[in-house]
């Protein structure tokens, strides 16, 4: 089955593209948000084609893949007047929690007959009101990268990008209490001039924007994995520090409190809690590598890339009948 999609969520498309299909990945001449191509820094394999807008008017597409908004046109266009979901089976994945006034908040695909919207959270789904269009929650896959966790660097790694700008979407106002239980390596883009906008020293909390095949093995350096967010769909790089064996120390928001189970961490909406959990890990090392083996675990059996193949093979299979 050759599948249309763009990149957009690095991480999650990573895990997609490891299904029995052919990718297409479309490529303007000039390569930007509606063409980033096969991505430099993450191995996706030979299955992945990239496709220029001339390529596409003439390929055979079986299903789209949808994931923003705009591309339900873009696609028509790319692919000569062919509709998605009307000449080609389509579907629409939602990666984020609503915006807005949450609690009304009306999906820009509500009301569909010619769509199926998937959801990477059941918290998202409770969330967003889609209407009378089909939805289905196909929760998140992750490659495992295997048990890397050492714990050896006191200190706690936390993954966000931009926590300057988006401030309190990321918890990046905690931060500074949280710095005084634990010393901060943050990881992400647009992460510099953190800790003098924090003001915290360079000791404090450091800042790294890693490929993801050193990332990995950075955060398991580290003692925990903090999780500060408030407001997001599911960070994947908490799945991902769970699958590498670290202890979790979160925030208790959004699928949060699905996704981390007893004894694999500590998740809380008081943030003296976390401190205090933060600050129990740093100082009793055999304790935050058990919670973290559990926490590999939990993830193991919940976010295995098989089930996750598994249900995007069964949704397919049902929008393409």
């Given at each position: 089955m050759?599948?249309l999609?763009?990149?957009?969520?690095?991480?999650?498309?990573t895990?997609?593209?490891q299904?029995?299909h052919?990718?297409?990945v479309?490529?303007?001449?000039?390569?930007?948000?509606?063409?980033?191509g096969?991505?430099?820094?993450?191995?996706?394999p030979?299955?992945?084609?990239?496709v220029?807008?001339?390529?596409?008017r003439?390929?055979?597409?079986?299903?789209?893949?949808?994931?923003?908004?705009?591309?339900?046109?873009?696609?028509?266009r790319r692919?000569?007047?062919?509709?998605?979901?009307?000449?080609?089976p389509?579907?629409?994945l939602?990666?984020?929690?609503?915006?807005?006034?949450?609690p009304?908040?009306?999906?820009?695909?509500a009301?569909?007959?010619?769509?199926?919207?998937?959801?990477v959270?059941?918290?998202?789904?409770?969330?967003?009101?889609?209407?009378?269009?089909?939805?289905?929650?196909?929760?998140?896959?992750?490659?495992?990268?295997g048990?890397?966790?050492?714990?050896?660097?006191?200190?706690?790694?936390v993954?966000?990008?931009?926590?300057?700008?988006?401030g309190?979407?990321?918890?990046?106002?905690?931060?500074?209490?949280?710095?005084?239980?634990?010393?901060?390596?943050?990881?992400?883009?647009?992460?510099?001039?953190?800790?003098?906008?924090?003001g915290?020293?360079?000791?404090?909390?450091?800042?790294?924007?890693?490929?993801?095949s050193?990332?990995?093995?950075?955060?398991?350096?580290?003692?925990?994995?903090?999780?500060?967010?408030?407001?997001?769909?599911?960070?994947?790089?908490?799945?991902?520090?769970?699958?590498?064996?670290?202890?979790?120390?979160?925030?208790?928001?959004?699928?949060?409190?699905?996704?981390?189970?007893?004894?694999?961490?500590?998740?809380?909406?008081?943030?003296?809690?976390?401190?205090?959990?933060?600050?129990?890990?740093?100082?009793?090392?055999?304790?935050?590598?058990?919670d973290g083996?559990?926490?590999?675990?939990?993830?193991?059996?919940r976010?295995?890339?098989?089930?996750?193949?598994d249900?995007?093979?069964?949704?397919?299979?049902?929008v393409?009948?």
């Open positions: 050759n599948i999609l763009w990149h957009v969520h690095g991480s999650w498309t895990a997609f593209v299904g029995a052919t990718y297409l479309p490529v303007p001449p000039a390569r930007g948000p509606d063409g980033l096969r991505p430099r820094t993450s191995s996706w030979a299955s992945v084609r990239e220029t807008p001339e390529e596409l003439d390929t055979e597409v079986d299903l789209v893949l949808l994931q923003r908004p705009h591309e339900l046109e873009l696609a028509e692919l000569g007047g062919r509709r998605p979901g009307r000449d080609v389509a579907v629409y939602e990666h984020n929690a609503p915006d807005g006034a949450v009304d908040s009306r999906h820009p695909f009301d569909r007959a010619d769509l199926t919207l998937v959801h959270t059941h918290f998202n789904r409770l969330f967003w009101d889609c209407g009378t269009t089909r939805t289905e929650v196909i929760e998140h896959g992750i490659v495992d990268p048990h890397q966790y050492t714990g050896r660097l006191a200190r706690a790694a993954v966000v990008d931009d926590p300057v700008r988006r309190r979407r990321t918890g990046t106002d905690l931060l500074p209490a949280l710095a005084q239980a634990t010393p901060l390596d943050v990881f992400g883009m647009r992460t510099e001039g953190l800790a003098a906008h924090l915290l020293s360079e000791e404090e909390c450091r800042t790294a924007d890693l490929p993801q050193e990332l990995h093995r950075a955060m398991a350096e580290r003692r925990l994995y903090l999780h500060p967010v408030r407001w997001t769909s599911l960070g994947l790089s908490l799945l991902e520090a769970m699958h590498l064996g670290m202890p979790v120390v979160a925030l208790a928001t959004t699928e949060a409190v699905e996704a981390v189970p007893r004894g694999a961490g500590v998740l809380s909406t008081r943030p003296h809690i976390l401190a205090r959990a933060a600050r129990h890990y740093l100082h009793e090392p055999e304790a935050a590598a058990a083996a559990r926490a590999r675990q939990a993830a193991l059996a976010y295995g890339l098989k089930r996750f193949l249900d995007w093979e069964r949704v397919m299979t049902e393409r009948s």
